[in-house]
């Protein structure tokens, strides 16, 4: 079946820096990724849609110059919080299809990430 | 855009019961509808899902049907076990394109008792 690595699944890191998430599809070519963002006790909200080789597409609200997303490959998304703030900390989650109509979404298993 | 609506949003049951969640779309061009499985702290795992063409899918335990015209969607669990415990997401996404986003609905948090 199709499998999603999302690294790391756990990342603290200081006010004011960077942290970089992975999000790789393991045994299949994904047209098209997507990343969300969840709060506690609440739903998955997307954050932007990308495909490779192409600018993400952002929903409304969500920062495109704090939430990188770069997907530079058909296997490979990455999704950067610029300049972590408190607020940012959050439970982070992607997901990529190789092709929607036949085969649906796979998830990774989420990035908790908590900004001190 | 796409307004997915789930309900309830707690469901307790005994082992053994059924369990039912129900969930409504606004866009009728959606025409692809997963459930989702959510374990703390884990990502969503697909559990069955099921496409406007069809009208019930069943596997095993799990069974989900679909009401185009009314545009609602349900899926119910028989047999319940204590390992069904999780919080379950329904979705919505008009598919057929490269850009066929996924609408969730608010979850419901399942718990079965022994």
């Known amino acids: 079946g199709a499998v999603v690595s999302q690294h790391p699944s756990r990342v603290i890191c200081k006010s004011g820096t960077s942290v970089k998430i992975e999000c790789r599809s393991l045994?299949?070519?994904?047209?098209?990724m997507f990343w969300y963002r969840q709060f506690p006790k609440q739903s998955l909200m997307l954050m932007a849609t990308?495909?490779?080789?192409?600018?993400?597409?952002?929903e409304q609200g969500v920062e495109k110059d704090k939430f990188l997303i770069n997907h530079a490959s058909l296997t490979l998304s990455t999704l950067t919080v610029t300049s972590a703030h408190p607020e940012d900390s959050s439970f982070y989650i992607c997901?990529?299809?190789?092709?929607?109509?036949?085969?649906?979404?796979?998830f990774g298993s989420g990035t908790r990430l908590t900004v001190v | 855009g796409e307004n997915v609506e789930q309900h309830p949003s707690t469901l307790s049951v005994q082992e053994g019961d059924s369990a039912v969640i129900k969930c409504t779309y606004s866009?009728?061009?959606?025409?692809?509808f997963p459930w989702y499985k959510q374990e703390l702290g884990k990502g969503p795992q697909l559990i069955i899902d099921?496409?406007?063409?069809?009208g019930e899918k069943k596997d095993q335990r799990i069974a989900v049907t679909l009401n185009k015209t009314a545009k609602h969607f349900s899926l119910h669990i028989t047999e319940t076990q204590p390992e069904d415990s999780a919080v379950y997401f329904c979705?919505?996404?008009?598919?057929?394109?490269?850009?066929?986003?996924?609408?969730f609905g608010q979850g419901t948090i399942l718990t079965v008792h022994p």
């Open positions: 997901s990529a299809s190789r092709d929607i109509t036949n085969y649906g979404y796979t």
């Open positions: 866009d009728s061009a959606s025409n692809y």
């Open positions: 990308s495909n490779e080789g192409s600018k993400a597409t952002y």
């Open positions: 979705a919505a996404s008009i598919g057929g394109t490269s850009y066929g986003k996924l609408t």
């Open positions: 099921i496409r406007s063409n069809v």
């Open positions: 045994d299949f070519q994904a047209t098209t």
